[in-house]
């Protein structure tokens, strides 16, 4: 268990509707980050939030947006779902902002099925 | 931006043989990471290496960062079932705004008992 929760584990819905997905980092931890996982893409960094200021961006589409709260929680909304955007959403905290061991938290994942 | 090239994409190998996969990337990474997710788990630290040629051993693991900064190999000696997964390197560079790290696409392992 790392200690970093995602909710919900699963969730089906269709194309141009909106979903938003929540992530609770580690205890302590002030970062927290967004990856998508698809078949054939592997790991892509999204978003990276530090105490609630977003911190870096990376290949995160219009039509998705994430914020970090007070509490440190996170959520990741995706709106005009498509197709493509079917894929397991991982969350991963760190205690500072750069990670400087390299090592990321990740949760369990939310897998995102759009029909 | 910066890609990671992973290899192999896949391996099934039979059950106490040794593993081998790398990484090279077209630029220079500060760190090389590996990590490891298991079938329905995210993705877990294996080794972290912080200096050019370092060579780091975490029990039947071994991974080394290369001399360039732009390499990095995993061996597994002996494998076992539980090896099963999907192998993950990742680069890093810290400073300024940068800190995330950089993902290959993954090397996913079977291993026969």
């Known amino acids: 268990d790392s200690g970093v929760t995602q909710t919900p584990k699963h969730l089906i819905t269709a194309t141009g509707q909106r979903v938003t997905l929540r992530c609770s980092p580690r205890s302590g931890d002030l970062s927290v980050y967004w990856y998508q996982q698809s078949l054939d893409q592997g790991l892509q960094f999204l978003i990276q939030?530090?105490?609630?200021?977003?911190?870096a961006k990376g290949n995160i589409l219009e039509r998705f947006s994430a914020q970090q709260f007070p509490d440190l929680h996170s959520e990741l909304n995706l709106s005009s779902l498509e197709l493509g955007d079917s894929a397991l959403y991982f969350c991963?905290?760190?205690?500072?902002?750069?990670?400087?061991?390299?090592?990321?938290?990740f949760g369990e994942g939310s897998r995102l099925t759009v029909l | 931006g910066q890609q990671l090239n992973q290899s192999p994409q896949s391996m099934f190998i039979q059950e106490g043989e040794d593993v081998s996969m790398n990484c090279t990337s077209s630029s220079i990474f500060n760190t090389w990471l590996w990590y490891k997710q298991d079938p329905g788990e995210g993705p877990v630290l294996l080794i972290a290496l912080y200096k050019a040629g370092e060579l780091t051993s975490n029990g039947r693991l071994t991974a080394q960062f290369g001399i360039t900064r732009k390499d990095s190999f995993l061996n597994i000696s002996a494998s076992i079932p539980s090896d099963v997964g999907i192998y993950f390197c990742a680069g890093q560079n810290y400073g300024g705004s940068q800190g995330n790290l950089i993902f290959g696409k993954g090397t996913k392992l079977s291993v026969k008992p």
């Open positions: 991963a905290s760190s205690r500072r902002a750069f990670a400087n061991t390299g090592e990321l938290f």
């Open positions: 939030y530090y105490n609630g200021e977003e911190r």
